[in-house]
């Protein structure tokens, strides 16, 4: 089976890479060869390896940038999402696209169902929805997994920049309203692997279980790099207000994925986030040079 993977040298990109089941034949595309923006390349890649599949990794992800960025954000969320999924259809390609929690409001206090309703509260949320309902239209047989605050050892992430900062600083300051679920990049990548041998179609949810506030899961990732000497002490964590830490795009209070749905595909609960945290930082900590 030959599946292209867009958005390849992202954080999820490089984890569908690791791992790949060994009877995949992976066509892994990054923006320096694939400019998703552009059908006609596209439309060249899909001609040149004829894939079963599609995973659209790729995505504008820059949340607050993407308040004055409004064009690129769409170009890259919505209109190349469309493109993806027209011509999918057109060539009976299976097609897996990534999605966010941002097309939540954030206003409910119990886990957002895959039918719930959507109100994104800024530009990037928005475009994504854009790109969710432009995939739907256009595929579908198209899945749709949205995921939520995703870190793995590569590339920059919240647990990545706690580390730096633990390291760096006597203090912290971190916000603890908003609420949600920690999400490895490899429970992401697994779950994105056993969609493409099952092809289910639909909207589906995929994080860790389990809920934290940002504020709970930087006390949770210095305490977990203690342990395994990734840190050699913690420092204070002050809980913020969302009103001391102001950004340009508003983030939702509440974004806990309901994932029952997924669960039922996989045949297993997912894993919870403070597990999986653990797992993250071992790895990390075995590919982190030694001076």
């Known amino acids: 089976m030959k599946v292209l993977l867009t958005g390849a040298n992202g954080q999820l990109g490089l984890e569908l890479q690791a791992t790949c089941p060994a009877d995949i034949t992976l066509i892994a595309a990054g923006r320096d060869t694939l400019d998703i923006t552009n059908p006609a390349q596209v439309a060249t890649i899909l001609a040149e390896y004829q894939p079963d599949a599609i995973i659209n990794a790729a995505a504008y992800t ?7 960025d409004v064009e690129n954000a769409y170009a890259i969320n919505h209109k190349a999402a469309e493109t993806l999924a027209q011509l999918a259809s057109q060539h009976n390609i299976y097609l ?3 999605s966010t929690d941002f097309v939540f409001d954030g206003l409910q206090s119990t886990p957002y169902a895959p039918d719930a309703v959507t109100s994104p509260q800024g530009v990037y949320g928005a475009s994504k929805l854009a790109g969710e309902r ?14 939520s605050w995703l870190y ?19 203090a912290l300051g971190v916000v ?60 204070p964590v002050k809980p913020l207000l969302t009103a001391e830490y102001p950004t340009p795009a508003r983030r939702p209070a509440y974004s806990v994925l309901d994932k029952r749905s997924t669960e039922s595909i996989l045949g ?5 986030w403070r597990a999986n945290l653990r797992l993250m930082l071992a790895e990390l900590k075995q590919h982190t040079p030694t001076t």
């Open 176 to 235: 603890v309203e908003q609420a949600g679920s920690p999400t490895w990049a490899h429970t992401l990548a697994d779950t994105i692997w056993a969609f493409i041998a099952q092809q289910p179609q639909g909207i589906f949810h995929c994080s860790d279980q389990g809920v934290a506030s940002w504020y709970d899961f930087a006390v949770a990732i210095q305490e977990e790099a203690v342990n395994l000497g990734l840190l050699s002490k913690t420092v």
């Open 62 to 68: 820059a949340v607050d940038k993407a308040e004055s």
């Open 96 to 98: 897996v696209h990534v």
């Open 268 to 272: 297993y609960t997912l894993p919870h």
């Open 152 to 170: 793995s050892r590569y590339r920059g992430n919240f647990v990545k920049t706690m580390l730096r900062l633990a390291a760096e600083r006597d």
């Open 134 to 147: 432009a995939v739907q239209t256009q595929c579908p047989a198209a899945a749709i997994i949205r995921t």
